[in-house]
Every structure is written in structure tokens, then in C-alpha cells.
């Protein structure tokens, strides 16, 4: 198959968008703003799903399923939720349809309106909070270590595919605690699940961190997070984890007896990734050929082409490759063999190269003879010849060197992407040129937060965890300031 | 704990109501008709996907994901289908929320009415044929063999946890072929698949079949399901798999090129099964002292409870179990050790009898010094006592027994409960007085159907598959009849 893919230099954006298509991963659907993911799509996100699943459930959480729709009213009782998550939803008013009394089509029963709407969660909190009362009455109740896997909806005006969609999928961990240490502790756990997955799954380096006020999740007292940097030097945040101290509990009166028969109000947490992993997934690693998946991930790690003439040369190579496959997929490989009558091997070759397959074993009559396998990786686009009796340790070493490189490459480029400065013009042009993280000393005010937003639309990603105590003064005001905070422009 | 669990012969349909909230199963929400999936329950649910998603992808099958919205004009498009799933809907009518001028709290803003009304899907038919227009031009790019695990709603006036309820966790097949013939073959194997999952998994019985004209899926050609006899002698449908013909096809103009070059119809299937499995297995094992769970699905196959005085003896107990537990789980055995001091023994031994848990380990200091374990089994309350060095061989032989002697004496109810008659007086009467499974005959029409309906409660639940061809007359109307379909009151 001819690629016919944009570059990245030419258009990143461009690129991304044609990419999630030609690769099959996902595609816009006749709902506004809500994407179809594709089969193979589908598959690197089960990957995921599967691997954030067990590192939950290792650290002590179980999976529930609240309602997907949200009585309005439960919006109004936490007074800062309200305002950043009550606005663009969808809301359901109806409940029955109708024939048209003309003939006409199917109308909305106008008989069936609800007494109160329901809102399609864009997050679960007040549902959750709303049930978690009726759970918990005693410190022997706590902690609720929970987590579901759901679709949410939020009303984006400007769309696009796994990074911002209207309706997406993802989990939301929500969590109850007796204290607020534990608590905290918790949210900064699930930052570091996150991390940890990102780096050992995804290959994607992460700057692990703190939002600053204006950046917190709405009704949370401190918001963790994770920011990966792109090719393109814009900076995407990854996953968060927030402290919601006393809010949530207090709005929905979730009180627990503590040891001393005493009524406290719990203290909660709550933490996400969603389909939009998929989106940083992509943009890391893959190149001007088509996706590059780190083997962790890929749903077909190898691929295996047979390059014939005649159905009897075929025939020779199917026989010859079944054992070969048996082998492999017992090692706990996953490999395909392609052996469709119906393209030619170069149309292959460019396919599963568009598709990120990690590694493709070429056979031919030759190769046969010869007792060697033509073996070509994806992400240098370098081939070797493989001696027939090597070719599962080899396949095995290059699946592992692929992961740990592809993760190196990516955090050297995002650390050559990371520089400190120190003056306002240096900074404008800098994030005006080039873009990246820009380390740089601010002076904690929301205002000063803003005015740099507007004036160069970079945000403050986080104040990384490891930064170092260091006096300073801020770019914009030149007031005093302790530590550097994380800049960059944004997804 | 104590139980206070209503007996099945006192009142069936309390006593699954309330086994399934004290079994921490599932819950009411606060939003009319929804439930809430407490852990436990959703980890037998965890338990069902895994085992029906490995046998969809063994049968070739992929997973996708659709949006969960359907613009109101697409379920115009099937005749039969508008009239069956277009009535008791959600529907999302607005897209914002606004604070209240008079500052009551928030409002819909109706500014942000939707040209399009959008309709939460109850079943995905028409958004996925529509999609698949733009994925289907030749033959070559058939079969499409795709589910999707989702949430959908359907507006249901009575609801019961599991069994009915206006959103519900489901999965959803939808194939697209090039033949009728292979459309069909496709729709049969999942009615197979599905009969294997139910008696191998859930240790369920079924009866496989077709179903009446009148009962089958709106927009369907044949719908194929599985029904399964409860212990009140009410038929449970547990599964159904649809011949669509060239139905959506047609209202969605998909066509593929075939070998000959020329234009033709694909042909569908869709087939689902969907969280009200979970009360199909509730009520077919379970008894007066809770919940029963077939081993296969059971979260935690064997719990092992400590009987002690004093801290002494239980860390002593504590020291012995742990290299028990790791021993077992090496084996795939999924235990839990409860030695919370905050529970005597009596109350845990409830707990875990409430909650079905198979198998049950007692272990004290004279168990300790005799080298034995007393062992319980939930099916049938009995108790044994192990020798120490024989308690894995007896656990895992215990397992499989239990798992097979469910399906065996739930099969001999169902056998037992179902009877031949021939006179509508008798069928009357059995149908008042006992329910069960009727085997009789039927000429065929839908108004014999209905009468039948009206006057006995009792429908067609399916004609099955292995119905032998023998000449009789419909017990209604006297016509003459080919061969005897299963009739039964159903949930």
C-alpha cells in the first residue's frame, strides 16, 4: 500500500490526524465530536487497559459501575465541581420518541419529559460521593479503594480524535479514606502508577508534578499529575491524581465514626488516564512511515511476510513457517503471518510499517537454503540476516532493546527539549521558535499565570516534584520565587 | 453476621432482591433505574467477560467501539427496527448548563438546543451499519467480525437489579458477510458460543432455539437464543444471536463488490449478552443461605477463616496460612485469608455463605496439632476434615466437582420441570400451577400466540433446535403442527 502520509516537518498536525486514519486506529463517527475506534485501535487500548488494571488491582483496588447518567441537582452541591464540569454536557430531558403525527419520521414524546434532567457524567465524584454515603459509617468501612471503566462525555467545541473527543473512555479511581495522609498518600501513589506505566508500557518519559491553583481538577485541593512533551515540542498531560480533601464529603455529608466514636467527614481522592494515552502513545514515537509501537503495547509484535512466486513455493513457505509460528506464539510472542494471495510482499511491508509493527521476518525460497530469516525492525528501519536456529532469541532480544530504546530516545529528546530561562523576552521567544518545557521561576499568583498564558499561550504544566529549592525571581513579575515551575504550550 | 435473607418458598422475588444487595452484588442508584455494581459483583461480571471475550476472539472476532450516540433520523431508517427500539429512549436534547439567573442553581441553557436530537443507544445497529458503508467496497473486505463491550439504555418502566434495568453493561456482535449462508452459519455459532458459556462458566443449563416471529429482535430475519429455567419455573432468555438478512444493509445502503465485479447486499448478524446473566445465575444456584457461585466464577474460590483466642494463637495461625495461601495461588487457586479480629468465625462463616463463596477452610490449634483441616463446601453445606499433606489434591478435585455437579442438578430441575402436553385445559392449569418448561404445539400464527399470552401469561420462549418433527394439533386452536415449541412465563 502507498502511505501518502504527510510529513511531520511539513504538517505535525496534519500528520497526527492522517496517521490515527491510515493506521486504523480510529476514525470521526456521524456524532459530533465522538470517534469510532477501530479494531487495531481498539487493541493497543485493551493493552493498556489490561497492564493499568493489574497495577490497580496490585495496589489494592477493586473495579465497581456507577450509572452513567447524573441527576443535575447533584452538580449544584459541590460549589467548585459546578463550575468546571456542569457546563458543556449532555443533557437528557426526554425519555420516549414517537411517530410523527404527519408521517413525517420519529419526534421526541413531548408527554415524556423528565421532572429533573439527567446529565451524561463528564466525571462520576457526585454520584459516587451520593452512593459512598450510604456505605460508609464506621473507620472499619474506610478505606473504599474503587475504580470503574466507563465512557464520559464533555462537550468539546474543537475535536480531535483520541485527544480530545466528546465522548471518551477511560477509568476513574475514586477513593475514600479516615485520614487526610492517607489520602494524600493515595493520590500520590496513583501519580506514580501513572508514571510508571507511562515509562514502562507507553516508553514515554514523564515530568511528575503538581498543578498549579488555576490548573486543578475543580473541587480538588491539590492535583498530581504526569506531562509527556511531543514531537512537536507542545507539552500533553498524561494523567492526574487528585487530593479532593473534605469537599466531596462534605457536599454529600459522608461522615464516619472514627475510633473514638467520633463523626468526621472522609477524606477522598480520585484519578484518571483516558483514551487520550492513546494520542501520546502515537505522537512520541512515531515517525514520517506511519506509527512506531513500543512492543509492550503493539498488538502484532512481529509480522511475518513470505515472498514467493507460484502457490506452490507459498505452500512450500506455509509449511515451513506453521512450526515457526506455533514457537513463537508459545514464547509469548504475538505474531501474524500474512500470507494474503491478494497483495504483494512491498504493499505488506508498507502496511505493517504504517501500522507500527515492531519487528517483520521476510522469508523466501532463499532464505530456506540458506537456513536464515531477513529480520527488519520498525523503529530504525534497519534489517538483519537472522541464522534459522537464532531467530526466537534474537526476536526476543530485539522485542526487549526496541522498549528500553525507544523510551531512551524519547527522554533524550525531551530532555534536550527542556532548558532553563530566566528573562521574559528570552521565554516569549523561546516559546514562540521552538516550544518544549521551559524551566523557568514564577511567582505563585494566578494573575501572573495568566498574563504569561495570554501573552505567549504557554501554561504551567507542573511544579515537578524533584524541583530543587533555588531562590529566584519570577520571569513576568520579578517578585521573589523558591523553585522553578514547568512551562510549555499544551495539548 | 446474621442473614435474615426471606426464603425462596416464602417469596422468590424478595428473596432475590434481597440477596442481591446483602450479597453486595448490586444496588439501587439515585437515578431512577440504574444500578450501582457494588465490587463483588462486578468482579463476577469481570469474571463472565473474560471468559465470553476469549471465546469471541478464539472465534475470530475483534473488539471495536462506537459512539454512544445515535442521531434521532438513524433509527428511522429500518422499519421494523424504529418500532421495536426507538420508543423508550434517552434522549439528549441540549448540550450546556448555565447558572441560574435568580442564582437557584443551574439550568439548561437553551441556547444550547441541538439541531438533531441524540438518542443514548439502546442496541447499536444503525450507528455501526452506517460506519460500516464507509469500511465495506469489496468482497475482500468482508467478513467484519466486530463486538464492542459498552453501556446502553432503554427506558424501562419496572425495573429489577440484573434482570431489567434502564442502562445495562452488554456486549454487542455486529458481523457483515458476503453470503446469507455464511451470515447464518455466523449467527448459529454464536448461539453456540453463548450455550457453552452458559453451561461451562455459569453451570446453567439452557435451551438452545429459535424464537416466534412475534418474539424475535426488531429488524432480525431469525433471532437464535439460549433460555434457561429458574427455580421458580420462570424461563430467564439468557442470550440471543440475530440473523439480520440484508435488513440494515438495505436502510443503510452498504453494498460490496463481489467476485463478478457486481454490486450486492451485505448481509448481519448481531448477537448480546448483557449483565442480566448475573441474575440468570444467581437464581439458578442459589439458596436460603445466599448466594451459590459455580467455581469458575467465583471471585474467591476458597476463603480460610483462623479459630483462635488471643493474639498468640492467631499470629501462630497467621504464620502457618501464608505459605498455604502462596501455595494455592501458585496452583490458580484465587484464595482469601480473613483473620480481621474485628469478626468472630460464626459471623465470618455467614459472610462468606451469603456470598457464595465455594469452598471454606477452618483451621484452629487442634487442627494444627492433628495435621488436618476442616474443609466446607457451599453447594451442599457439608463438612469433611483433610489431612494437611492431601488439602490441594482435595481442593482442586473438590472445585471441579462442585462446578460440575451445579450443572448437573440445575440440568435434572430443568429436566424435571419440563412436560409434554396436549390439551389447553391441562396447559391451563400446569402453567397456574407450576410453570416450568411446556413442550406443545403450536400452529404457528401470532394470534394464537397472543391468546395464549393473554390468557396464560405463558409465551413462546423459543422452538428448539432439536425439536423432532411429529404430527399433532395446537392445543389452542386444533390446528395441525409439525413439531412442539417450549412454551413458559418468562422474566
Known sequence: MSKNLTSRAEDYSKWYN?????????????????MVIKPYGYAIWEKMQQALDGMFKDTGHQNVYFPLFIPKSYFSKEASHVSGFAKECAVVTHYRLK????????VVDENAKLEEELIVRPTSETIIWDTYRKWVQSYRDLPLLYNQWANVVRWEMRTRLFLRTAEFLWQEGHTAHATKEEAIKEAEQMMHVYADFAQRYMAVPVIKGTKSEAERFAGAEETYCIEALMQD????????????????????DVKFANREGQQEYVWATSWGVST???GALIMT????????????????????VPIYKGEEQLAK??????????????????????????????FKFNEYELKGVPLRIAIGERDLENGTYELARRDTLTKESVAADAIYDRVDALLEEMQQSLFDRALEYQEAQTVSIDDYAS?????????GFVL??????????????EETKATIRCIPLDAPEEEGVCIYSGKPSKHRVLFAKAY
Open 18 to 34: 492522517e496517521l490515527v486514519v491510515k493506521a486504523d486506529l480510529a476514525e470521526n463517527s456521524g456524532v459530533r465530536g465522538c
Open 99 to 106: 411517530n410523527a403525527e404527519d408521517g413525517s419520521g420519529i
Open 233 to 252: 515540542g507542545k507539552a500533553l498531560q498524561a494523567g492526574t491524581s487528585h487530593f479532593l480533601g473534605q469537599n466531596f464529603a462534605k457536599a454529600f
Open 276 to 278: 487520550r494515552l492513546m
Open 285 to 304: 514515537h512515531s515517525d514520517d512511515n506511519g506509527l512506531v509501537l513500543p512492543p509492550a503495547l503493539a498488538p502484532i509484535q512481529l509480522v511475518i
Open 317 to 346: 513457505l506455509d509449511a515451513h513457517v506453521a512450526p515457526l509460528i506455533a514457537a513463537f506464539k508459545k514464547r509469548g510472542v504475538s505474531v501474524k503471518y500474512d500470507n494474503r494471495d491478494t497483495h504483494k510482499p512491498g
Open 427 to 435: 521565554f516569549k521567544a523561546h516559546m514562540n521558535d521552538k516550544g
Open 440 to 453: 523557568a521561576h514564577w511567582d505563585g499568583t494566578a494573575e501572573t499565570e495568566e498574563r504569561i498564558q
